[in-house]
């Protein structure tokens, strides 16, 4: 069967009915978020191994490996494929009341939303590392150990979820270069900003509606959850090439492959300056729970989403995320 | 033509249809579920706005032998309205998903209706009498004086018009934390299963406050989901099994003698994908939409996005038979993804029980039927393998008027009365069809129309 639509459309078609599903009349429909996750992976799979093909012929092309650092960009979107509609998604920053509400959901969010955890992203690592090609700090999530503090404890170990990274260059005035992660049993906030990092805690204000100006703590200690630390990353950046199956994705290897997301960033703020990652904000959206975004995007300046879609990095990240988005 | 064993081919003709004409189709009208009681005197319909709408057919009249009696409005309430859980902040809402009908004991009758979250038990009864002459009391209620009674009359039963009420009797809530697709009354007639997307719970009629669940296959870790239940019914003639299906084509069948939770099914039904026909969207077209047992309970229909197929409930590793309703559609599953109608879920039912009208050695009429596009519904005879494409539409209004079978061509040239694939109309869809027990009456839905149809007889 052809379908007229590319890998990166449905992709885009996918998530897109996945965010409409949560303001649904009646709830969250299981069933169908299910179904359409199952397309997100079909089309996943055939965008990523459509990106290995491209990379092995290059690498043909290149056996001295010069150019893996300067990996062809991200074929633009089709421009017919960039719905107009997610360029007006609102972030969710917007009114206090359906913040309150959205936290309620998420928390509260009892059986019906439990997701979980995160505790799927290293699971689904583990069982196939070479098929995804996740970024490293996914697989920080994985092993860097029980997350602190009690939460609804219990689950698996280092249950963070890691949410999109909308990584952009350090000029361009639209793109943050903040990933929020929220640990969904702790209900810690981890921010990285700028290769620092914050964190919240919000399982102390429950609703957490209020802009948590808490920016400036302290980095955490070592062991508990964290993003990358710039100073690692020093070392790894030249011999580790982009976070490719077979590249890195060793399952219970090391367990900590900053350099990948660096790597990645920096060719990406060199080559994209522009782009947003509205992907990106979508998985934040879902992932980061709200309070995570109030904190965060107030204290951007207001970026609007340009209808650019389809970030290297937010195909990449696909991987785990999606069955913690039908479950969500 | 279909054939109805012995050769005699169903001709199908319009006999009603209810329902708002206009064009604009108000969101609460939209009908979600139909039913016909056991005696087929009775049809129910259920709609988005939580009504039901209850339909009785006229008795027969013995000088107008050519046609059946019509359906009437019997009664309409409010079943459930919508409800928020302020808990999970989510909005409950009051559509309709099934109606199920008690078998009849007494002068009333009683039908469980269910939404996303809670079930209900409704008693439908009629009152046509009202005592009068009460010693103590005038007519129009007031108490009299005692001491001005001098004589004793004995009260009576005097003719009222009829009223028919509708009393919830039951409500069966807070044991489903998914949404509720489906409901099935035991065989038994004393307990009734209900189905989410994730458990089976097993409720008995007079018991509220309790329920069993009977198979969870919610995963410790839900990142580890990969289906869920989309359908579930009880063997119509052995109480101890039941049957459920999933969103990934399989049909599990439970004895629940075995174990108190069958998580372990019985029999596992599945038949091989066919790899030459994989797509992006292979999971969803072969998730289950319905599944229903045959009146004898040897075999069962299941329905996906393009077919239907009968299983031998003797042989789990394929159908015995697959109908294509709408093959055509194959090749544009794209759009139909873009537009959402490839989750549309559609049913399937069966033809009534058996009826041997002609003394004739030939196998009972067995016609299995669905919905499809452009208010098109499809039945497929299993004994002459014909199939007929019918339209639901107000075109063909007349009393007795056979329909036309319609095609659709698929590609190429179109022939004179054929209709092109890209002229089908997705937002007319038949997702809800339902066959009296007995006759061949059939009711279907459109999205916010009844329609009723009956065979040509003589």
């Known amino acids: 069967m052809e379908c007229t639509l590319d890998a990166q459309s449905l992709i885009s078609i996918s998530l897109r009915k996945i965010h409409s599903s949560r303001t649904q009349r009646g709830g969250i429909k299981l069933h169908k978020n299910l179904l359409v996750s199952y397309v997100l992976r079909n089309a996943r799979q055939l965008y990523l191994s459509e990106r290995y093909a491209e990379l092995y012929r290059r690498q043909q092309h290149y056996p001295d490996g010069a150019p893996l650092l300067a990996m062809p960009a991200c074929p633009p979107p089709p421009a017919a494929a960039s719905p107009p509609e997610l360029a007006g998604l609102p972030l969710p920053a917007d009114t206090p009341e359906?913040?309150?509400?959205?936290?309620?959901?998420?928390?509260?969010?009892?059986?019906?939303?439990?997701?979980?955890?995160?505790?799927?992203?290293?699971?689904?690592?583990?069982?196939?590392?070479?098929?995804?090609?996740?970024?490293?700090?996914?697989?920080?999530?994985?092993?860097?150990?029980?997350?602190?503090?009690?939460?609804?404890?219990?689950?698996?170990?280092?249950?963070?979820?890691?949410?999109?990274?909308?990584?952009?260059?350090?000029?361009?005035?639209?793109?943050?270069?903040?990933?929020?992660?929220?640990?969904?049993?702790?209900?810690?906030v981890t921010t990285v900003e700028n290769g620092y990092l914050h964190q919240d805690c919000c399982s102390q204000c429950p609703c957490c509606c209020q802009p948590a100006p808490g920016l400036a703590s302290p980095p955490p200690a070592p062991g508990t959850k964290r993003k990358y630390y710039p100073g690692q990353e020093e070392e790894e950046e030249e011999g580790v090439e982009e976070g490719e199956p077979g590249g890195g994705g060793v399952a219970g290897g090391p367990p900590f492959a900053p350099?990948?997301?660096?790597?990645?960033?920096?060719?990406?703020?060199?080559?994209?300056?522009?782009?947003?990652?509205?992907?990106?904000?979508?998985?934040?959206?879902?992932?980061?729970?709200?309070?995570?975004?109030?904190?965060?995007?107030?204290?951007?300046?207001?970026?609007?989403?340009?209808g650019q879609l389809c970030s290297k990095q937010a195909l990449a990240s696909l991987g785990a995320w999606t069955r913690a988005i039908v479950a969500f | 033509f279909l054939g109805a064993g012995g050769g005699n081919d169903i001709q199908w003709c319009f006999s009603q249809v209810k329902g708002a004409v206009d064009d604009d189709v108000a969101e609460a009208d939209i009908i979600s579920t139909v039913e016909f009681n056991h005696s087929g005197e009775l049809l129910a319909t259920g709609d988005k706005g939580g009504r039901v709408v209850?339909?009785?057919?006229?008795?027969?009249?013995?000088?107008?032998?050519?046609?059946?009696?019509?359906?009437?409005?019997?009664?309409?309430?409010?079943?459930?309205?919508?409800?928020?859980?302020?808990?999970?902040?989510?909005?409950?809402?009051?559509?309709?998903?099934?109606?199920?009908?008690?078998?009849?004991?007494?002068?009333?009758?009683?039908?469980?209706?269910?939404?996303?979250?809670?079930?209900?038990?409704?008693?439908?009864?009629?009152?046509?009498?009202?005592?009068?002459?009460?010693?103590?009391?005038?007519?129009?209620?007031?108490?009299?004086?005692?001491?001005?009674?001098?004589?004793?009359?004995?009260?009576?039963?005097?003719?009222?018009?009829?009223?028919?009420?509708?009393?919830?009797r039951r409500i069966f809530a807070n044991a489903h934390t998914y949404h509720i697709n489906s409901i099935s009354i035991n065989s038994d007639y004393e307990t009734y299963l209900s189905a989410d997307d994730l458990r089976i719970n097993l409720w008995h009629l007079e018991i509220t406050d309790r329920s069993f669940n009977i198979v969870d296959i919610k995963p410790a870790n839900m990142e580890e989901l990969t289906e869920v239940i989309t359908a579930a019914e009880f063997h119509p003639n052995s109480c101890n099994t039941f049957v459920y299906s999933s969103s990934k084509g399989t049909i599990r069948l439970c004895d629940m003698r075995a174990s108190a939770l069958c998580d372990r099914h019985s029999k596992l039904?599945?038949?091989?994908?066919?790899?030459?026909?994989?797509?992006?969207?292979?999971?969803?077209?072969?998730?289950?939409?319905?599944?229903?047992?045959?009146?004898?309970?040897?075999?069962?229909?299941?329905?996906?996005?393009?077919?239907?197929?009968?299983?031998?409930?003797?042989?789990?590793?394929?159908?015995?038979?697959?109908?294509?309703?709408?093959?055509?559609?194959?090749?544009?599953?794209?759009?139909?993804?873009?537009?959402?109608?490839?989750?549309?879920?559609?049913?399937?039912?069966?033809?009534?029980?058996?009826?041997?009208?002609?003394?004739?050695?030939?196998?009972?009429?067995?016609?299995?039927?669905?919905?499809?596009?452009?208010?098109?519904?499809?039945?497929?005879?299993?004994?002459?393998?014909?199939?007929?494409?019918?339209?639901?539409?107000?075109?063909?209004?007349?009393?007795?008027?056979?329909?036309?079978?319609?095609?659709?061509?698929?590609?190429?040239?179109?022939?004179k009365d054929e209709i092109s694939v890209d002229s089908l109309d997705f937002n007319k869809k038949i997702l809800h069809t339902a066959w009296h027990p007995k006759e061949n009456i059939i009711a279907v839905a459109t999205t916010n129309n009844l329609y009723i149809f009956q065979d040509k007889m003589n």
């Open chain 2, 269 to 415: 039904f599945e038949e091989p994908e066919d790899p030459s026909n994989r797509s992006f969207f292979s999971e969803i077209i072969s998730s289950i939409s319905d599944v229903k047992f045959s009146h004898s309970g040897r075999y069962m229909m299941t329905r996906d996005y393009l077919s239907v197929k009968i299983w031998d409930l003797n042989m789990e590793n394929r159908p015995v038979e697959t109908y294509q309703v709408h093959e055509y559609l194959r090749s544009k599953l794209c759009s139909l993804y873009e537009n959402d109608c490839i989750f549309d879920k559609f049913e399937c039912c069966w033809n009534g029980s058996d009826r041997q009208r002609y003394f004739l050695p030939s196998p009972p009429c067995s016609i299995v039927m669905t919905g499809s596009y452009n208010n098109f519904f499809r039945m497929f005879d299993r004994n002459t393998k014909r199939d007929i494409t019918l339209e639901a539409s107000r075109e063909n209004n007349k009393p007795r008027t056979v329909l036309k079978p319609r095609k659709v061509c698929a590609s190429g040239k179109r022939k």
């Open chain 2, 54 to 168: 209850i339909f009785q057919q006229e008795q027969e009249n013995k000088t107008q032998s050519h046609s059946r009696g019509e359906y009437n409005v019997y009664s309409t309430f409010q079943s459930h309205e919508p409800e928020f859980d302020y808990l999970k902040s989510l909005e409950i809402e009051e559509k309709i998903n099934k109606i199920r009908w008690l078998p009849q004991k007494n002068a009333a009758q009683f039908l469980l209706s269910t939404n996303d979250k809670t079930i209900k038990l409704w008693k439908i009864s009629e009152r046509d009498k009202r005592p009068e002459g009460y010693n103590l009391k005038e007519e129009d209620g007031r108490y009299r004086d005692p001491t001005t009674v001098t004589t004793l009359r004995v009260p009576v039963f005097r003719p009222m018009d009829l009223m028919v009420e509708a009393s919830p």
């Open chain 1, 98 to 188: 359906r913040e309150a509400r959205s936290c309620a959901a998420v928390r509260g969010g009892a059986e019906l939303l439990e997701v979980p955890v995160c505790a799927a992203v290293p699971a689904e690592l583990q069982r196939a590392p070479c098929r995804d090609s996740s970024p490293g700090f996914y697989r920080a999530a994985g092993s860097a150990g029980p997350g602190g503090g009690g939460g609804n404890g219990g689950a698996a170990p280092g249950p963070l979820y890691a949410a999109g990274c909308d990584f952009g260059g350090g000029g361009a005035p639209h793109c943050s270069s903040r990933t929020t992660v929220l640990d969904l049993d702790t209900h810690v």
């Open chain 1, 259 to 306: 350099c990948t997301k660096r790597a990645r960033f920096e060719e990406y703020s060199a080559e994209h300056p522009q782009d947003s990652s509205n992907i990106s904000n979508l998985i934040s959206i879902f992932g980061s729970g709200f309070t995570g975004l109030v904190s965060r995007q107030q204290a951007d300046t207001e970026q609007p989403l340009n």
